[in-house]
């Protein structure tokens, strides 16, 4: 079964080191650079795919934007992965698979939901990473949102039921 990580801004700021915001999650779920590299290594040695969302780049270049040190070296860092992404270079997701949930029928879906998600405090940049794992898990992939935030992390699609393959006689 194909494997896919979804990364969100606290994560992906983790593993980029932007200043200010080298670790994330509560104590129990707690993520360093240490833990970002070993899923790494860990997610590329089992193939898994790699997605960036539209959300989290953005959110990402804020905070880098906003770091008070070492801003040219870190947005060189993200435009990296970002370019990766466009070219589909293993293991990254084509960006443009997600165009689909920015088209107008997807953004009016959003329109009439949110404000019910926000008023459970799902920020609009964390509907819409959870829209791009409900995206790849319609795909039959088993989909992990890497995150520090448990509120987002409540919305990672259930992994899917593995059917039993027939024996052949």
Sequence with gaps: MRRVVVF???VLCVWLEVPGRETCGPADDFWDRERVQALIIEETDQ???FVLPLATIIETGN???QAGKRRLETARALMVLLGRALDEEEPWAAF???ADLWGDEN???LVQEWPQLAQSALSLGDATISR???FYARTGAEVMIATGDQGLKAYQPAAPVRQPRRRRR
């Design 8 to 10: 969100d801004t606290s």
């Design 47 to 49: 193939r898994s795919t």
């Design 63 to 65: 905070h880098v934007a």
């Design 96 to 98: 443009s698979q997600q």
């Design 107 to 109: 953004l009016r879906r």
């Design 132 to 134: 791009v794992a409900d």
